[in-house]
């Protein structure tokens, strides 16, 4: 029992550790990461992308909003080209 308690005590000062680490360009106003919104909503990887870096677009320093923006957007059309392709 003591060493599943010292096992969860490591866990959690690691999962505080990894989140102190976060970029705030990934972390809203109110604490919400951009990968913890695109998992609650079920979001492909396409449009979590896409999501993630409309989200950040004009925070991430030496990183203009446009080049953010035209990411989203590419992630956007994969995601397009996926569908389309699902019903041909």
Known sequence: MH???IELMNA???QKK???NIP???KGKNG???KDVAA???LSYNLGSAMKYILRAGKKENNPA???IIKAMNHLQFELDI???DTI
């Open 12 to 14: 959690l000062q690691y």
């Open 40 to 42: 609650n909503f079920n």
């Open 24 to 26: 705030k360009y990934y």
């Open 3 to 5: 060493y599943l308690t």
């Open 18 to 20: 990894m989140e102190n």
């Open 83 to 85: 569908i389309k392709d």
């Open 32 to 34: 919400y990461m951009a």
């Open 66 to 68: 446009e080049q953010d």
